[in-house]
């Protein structure tokens, strides 16, 4: 088997389980790990977007590492957001990946700063050259406020280091041009962020998903993924009405720019994932909201059980 055949399928962005305090919450932690296996997850990616990872204190983010590469001791591979915009504590986590037994690092662009194509290309080069586990590059401009561009991820496809790309842009046009700027570079790894496209960016060529939905029913992901794969489309489009329905009901929430981590966190914590938590400057949906939230999570589960049994 190619190394690299290890890096496909569904990757959930796994959430970061807190305490009141901001620690880390390791009994939910555990448990949330055991339930991503359980639901076939292909893999288990760290420190993302969805792990709150601009938020949370490097203490929490050491101990979530050592905790998670432990916890999963080798089952699937574990990813490692080392986005920083610090270049030294980027390096400082990629360390504590490597020594704890993780798999590979993902890596955003640094954000704050304004920097150009160059600087990015410069930058992952200097990176990648730094650290010794792979790397995969993570375009997330709505966040970083930076942009991979096509041409600079293909120059940095060049560094044998550099093995994979993850986007969030949730531009489909952006997915498609990657896939036909890797078609002939079937190592050089494509997974999309946003879920309510996976299905499409499977069959433009990417190599998987890492969708947050992922961490309520990863089974949903993990039977679309295999549906595609045994080119049954009318289970994928199935599998993928209901992760939009899923989208439309979890993540859509009042006003909040934070509805998604808001209902992702508030959903986990009715099935005892995690206690809700999230981190400053986030919080909590009210009492009130979490009830309204019950009902509509209540009508995703039923319609995620339905479509897993029409799936078999």
Known sequence: MNPIDIFQGIFPPMITPLNPDFSLDVAHTEKLI??????????????????????ISMDVKNDLIRL?????????????????????????LAAVALES???????ATPFYINIDQDEVVNYYQKLADAVKLPLFLYDMPSHTKVKIEIESA????????IIGLKDSTGNKD???????????QPDFRLFIGPEEILAE??????????????????????SLFEAFQKQEDEKVQNL???ILFLSENIYQNGTYKSS??????????FEDLCDGTLALPLYSYSEEEQYALRDRFSAVKDRVEQALLAAI
């Open 34 to 55: 055991e339930y991503l296996i359980d639901g076939g997850v292909h893999g288990i990616f760290i420190i993302g977007t969805t792990g709150e990872s601009a938020s």
């Open 68 to 92: 998670t590469c432990k916890k999963v001791a080798g089952r699937v591979p574990v990813l490692v957001g080392i986005t920083e915009s610090s270049f030294v504590q980027s390096l400082d």
């Open 101 to 107: 037994g993780a798999s590979a690092l993902v890596a």
């Open 154 to 161: 293909v120059k940095l496809s060049e560094h044998p280091n």
């Open 174 to 184: 952006n997915f498609k041009a990657l896939c036909d700027a890797f078609k002939n």
């Open 201 to 222: 960016s499977l069959e433009m060529g990417g190599h998987g998903g890492v969708c947050g939905g992922g961490n309520l029913f990863p089974k949903l992901y993990v």
């Open 240 to 242: 993928q009405e209901t």
């Open 260 to 269: 998604y981590l808001k209902g992702l966190k508030a959903s986990l914590s």
